[in-house]
């Protein structure tokens, strides 16, 4: 449609937007199919049509157009403008788009049907909205801790993560036994969304030493106590994965110098007389040394300490990068530094 003879969308009557929509019709696939022009046609089009759609308030009409087979787009935005409860219910469960289900469930204020809808829709999107506005954080954390760990369950329960904010109900969660032991995302999704860190640490303390299978290593993200930190990282009776997660948040150069040494010295593949072994070649669990080693090497300030390792054959097969990127960035530092003291004198 030209320039000169398009309509100004926004001072349209609604009976004129009706019109305006009915009778330009843009399917599901019109932005990927056709000519380059063609696309940009539908674009425009479609573009105008979604200033339209806010101009109506018909039911009626909305539930048409979101229930139709035009643009995905356009169907969500007609969903999003009915407040018309049994229209929402209609196509919260008639409409074969995620997306234009989602945007009509988000209106939907019945209890029953939002955990309905929790428990039967696969799409996330439905399942995030209807979290959204079920109001009931007790009968969620009851989901959560009745059913199994499948990974459809977890798919659900991580989502109403997400919406549960009563720390009461959370800490609860956080120690229940059935929860725990359905799976590590899930527990640790908990913790994340625990805002007492000394809460945090105390279950975290627990779990570390059942080994791994309980708690992701990302839960130590929320904790920032160095002590505690620190302790995790020297424990040799705690998985690597959660050494090398603490690693990466330790400020105190001289004592991961002195954690990476101990781990090189006592290590099957670092230590003098190891098995030459390559990357690929290395167990989880010396995967997760060589991440351990190439976190803390990281936040080591220690320049001789990290020249000496470049002079490491053994550690340059296994750790070579993490070597040559942290003495690089520490030579950058010196020359920087000492530009620094040239130019003041």
């Known amino acids: 449609m030209p320039n000169a003879i398009r309509p100004d969308i926004s001072a349209l009557s609604e009976q004129q937007s009706r019109l305006f929509i009915t009778n330009n019709f843009i399917g599901r696939d019109a932005l990927d199919i056709g000519s380059p022009s063609a696309k940009r046609e539908a674009a425009a089009m479609l573009s105008r049509q979604m200033e339209a759609i806010k101009q109506i308030n018909d039911q009626g009409f909305l539930k048409e157009i979101a229930l139709s087979r035009r643009d995905t787009g356009l169907c969500a935005a007609a969903a999003s403008r009915i407040n018309d409860q049994a229209y929402l219910k209609e196509i919260s469960s008639a409409s074969a788009i995620g997306k234009v289900r989602a945007a009509a469930v988000r209106g939907i204020t019945d209890q029953k049907l939002l955990m309905r809808l929790v428990l039967r829709d696969g799409d ?4 995030d909205a209807a979290c959204y506005g079920f109001k009931d954080q007790e009968v969620m954390a009851r989901y959560l801790i009745s059913r199994p760990s499948t990974p459809k369950n977890d798919f659900r329960k991580r989502i109403m993560l997400r919406h549960i904010t009563d720390q009461s109900i959370l800490k ?3 120690y229940h036994h059935d929860l725990v032991i359905s799976g590590s995302r899930v527990a640790t999704d908990v913790l994340m969304a625990v805002k007492d860190e000394h809460f945090v640490k105390d279950v975290v303390s627990i779990y570390l030493h059942l080994g791994e299978g309980y708690l992701r290593p990302a ?8 002590d505690f930190l620190k302790k995790v990282a020297a424990d040799e009776s705690i998985s690597f994965n959660y050494r090398a997660a603490s690693a990466l948040r330790i400020n105190d150069s001289a004592f991961l110098v002195s954690a990476v040494s101990d781990v090189l010295k006592k290590s099957r593949i670092f230590g003098e007389g190891a098995p030459i072994k390559l990357k690929h070649n290395l167990s989880k669990e010396e995967a997760a040394q060589c991440q351990f ?6 936040r ?3 320049y001789g300490f990290i020249e000496s390792l470049s002079k490491d054959s053994r550690a340059g097969l296994l750790i070579g990068d993490a070597i040559s990127s942290r003495l690089s960035e520490l030579k950058s530092a010196r020359k920087d530094i000492s530009d620094l003291q040239r130019d003041s004198d």
């Open 172 to 174: 609860e969660l956080a």
């Open 293 to 298: 080693v190439s976190g803390a090497l990281g």
């Open 124 to 127: 996330h999107n439905v399942v």
């Open 300 to 302: 080591i300030d220690d």
């Open 219 to 226: 839960i130590l993200e929320r904790i920032s106590d160095q």
